[in-house]
T-cell receptor, first 113, second 109 residues
Framework: GAVVSQHPSWVICKSGTSVKIECRSL??????MFWYRQFPKQSLMLMAT?????????EQGVEKDKFLINHASLTLSTLTVTSAHPEDSSFYIC?????????FGSGTRLTVV | GQNIDQPTEMTATEGAIVQINCTYQ??????LFWYQQHAGEAPTFLSY????GLEEKGRFSSFLSRSKGYSYLLLKELQMKDSASYLC??????????FGQGTELSVKP
């Protein structure tokens, strides 16, 4: 139980375009979803916390206008990377708190060319 | 502030025992987690400590001392497949899970 489905698994986009990443909780309701970014050989850095029905809260240094988060329902949270640039190329992964701890999506490898 | 420290990399021999240390300072404490992660994949849950002491689960054990802000992950009977990154993470008072930089473990024959 407590599965988060994340799509797409990987995406390649042109510089200047926007990319949307979706995370769906399949068998539970996620009122809160955490979004992380991971650069090669580095750890997971928390970007923001999305809350169903309200605005996301962003960690210091994360541009809220560049990384748009929407959590319109209890089972879906999305992260849109707007006007993507090569430096945004990274592994993005979502996570939800559940009774047994935290469950993670499978991650999205974004490459901006 | 929040700070979680663990060694960047470690090397061990197949069949041996390795201990990965983690020290932390966070705003509030809501448990300490250890995860295993292979490159390009999601982290896999290994252990959770919220009270002081040792938690054992098969070949993996994890220890916590809240007063010292210290934890370790102990891996016994190392196998080649244990080569991975091991992440120490702390749940803070806001419910967020904050990760250390990860320890890249290489298991050699």
């Amino acid at each position: 139980g407590a599965v988060v489905s994340q799509h797409p698994s990987w995406v390649i986009c042109k510089s200047g375009t926007s990319v949307k990443i979706e995370c769906r909780s399949l068998d539970f309701q996620a009122t809160t979803m955490f979004w992380y970014r991971q650069f090669p050989k580095q750890s997971l850095m928390l970007m923001a916390t999305s809350n169903e029905g309200s605005k996301a809260t962003y960690e210091q240094g994360v541009e809220k206008d560049k990384f748009l988060i929407n959590h319109a329902s209890l089972t879906l949270s999305t992260l849109t990377v707007t006007s993507a640039h090569p430096e945004d190329s990274s592994f993005y992964i979502c996570s939800a708190a559940v009774l047994s701890g935290y469950t993670f999506g499978s991650g999205t490898r974004l490459t901006v060319v | 502030g929040q700070n979680i420290d663990q060694p960047t990399e470690m090397t061990a021999t197949e069949g041996a025992i390795v201990q990965i240390n983690c020290t932390y300072q966070t705003s509030g404490f809501n448990g300490l987690f250890w995860y295993q992660q292979h490159a390009g994949e999601a982290p896999t849950f290994l252990s959770y400590n919220v009270l002081d002491g040792l938690e054992e689960k098969g070949r993996f054990s994890s220890f916590l001392s809240r007063s010292k802000g210290y934890s370790y992950l102990l891996l016994k009977e190392l196998q080649m497949k244990d080569s991975a990154s091991y992440l120490c993470a702390v749940g803070n008072q806001g419910g967020k899970l904050i990760f250390g930089q990860g320890t890249e473990l290489s298991v050699k024959p």
